[in-house]
């Protein structure tokens, strides 16, 4: 099957710093991707759509200049959490979909911990 | 408001049961409902699928039927064994576009 690969698994970082997550589609040209935020023993909350070439979609209530998405290639998009506090700890999982059909193949998550 | 309903919240079943778990959906638009497995600290990944034009696929030990005018399908697990222990989410979707999920199920076997 199609592999999604997310940097890094794990990050913690000093509040106030930023962070930047990866989320490469290895074997496949991934046209869409989507940023997703989950709690413990909750389900995933979309943040946002990334279309490659074209400024993403955020979700209401996700702050855009807080989450920021690039795609800049077929292959690539990025999450950076900007001037990241406690609040914004969490695991965060990215979701690649090819122009071949419905099917989401999904990265291993980040654990981002801000002190 | 919650477009995908997804129970039972946890399950728990003996070794070589069947694991079963349910979701409803309200939005008739959709027409693609797959389900995730996800283990502790790991992204969710796709076990089976299904589309409305059809009422049951199976695919090893894993089965989805589906009744599209109850608008409802269900996860079924044969012989269920203790590395099924996982949470499973149910999604559906349309058009290709973005996925709405359920709450999750946490499975777990016992051996």
């Known amino acids: 099957g199609a592999v999604v690969s997310q940097h890094p698994s794990r990050v913690i970082c000093k509040s106030g710093t930023s962070v930047k997550i990866e989320c490469r589609s290895l074997?496949?040209?991934?046209?869409?991707m989507f940023w997703y935020r989950q709690f413990p023993k909750q389900s995933l909350m979309l943040m946002a759509t990334?279309?490659?070439?074209?400024?993403?979609?955020?979700e209401q209530g996700v702050e855009k200049d807080k989450f920021l998405i690039n795609h800049a290639s077929l292959t690539l998009s990025t999450l950076t959490v900007t001037s990241a506090h406690p609040e914004d700890s969490s695991f965060y999982i990215c979701?690649?979909?090819?122009?071949?059909?419905?099917?989401?193949?999904f990265g291993s998550g980040t654990q981002l911990s801000v002190l | 408001q919650q477009q995908v309903k997804q129970s039972p919240q946890s399950l728990i079943v003996q070794k070589g049961g069947i694991s079963i778990i349910n979701c409803a959906y309200e939005?008739?638009?959709?027409?693609?409902f797959p389900w995730y497995q996800q283990f502790p600290g790991k992204g969710p990944a796709l076990l089976i699928a299904?589309?409305?034009?059809?009422s049951e696929k199976k695919e090893g030990r894993f089965t989805i039927s589906f009744n599209k005018s109850a608008k409802q399908f269900s996860l079924h697990i044969m012989d269920s064994q203790p590395g099924d222990s996982a949470t499973y989410f149910c999604?559906?979707?349309?058009?290709?576009?973005?996925?709405?999920f359920g709450d999750g199920t946490t499975l777990t076997v016992k051996p």
């Open positions: 979701s690649a979909r090819s122009w071949e059909g419905e099917k989401l193949f």
């Open positions: 074997d496949f040209q991934a046209t869409t």
């Open positions: 990334s279309n490659e070439g074209s400024k993403a979609t955020y």
């Open positions: 939005n008739t638009a959709f027409d693609y």
């Open positions: 299904i589309r409305p034009d059809v």
């Open positions: 999604a559906a979707s349309s058009n290709a576009g973005k996925s709405t």
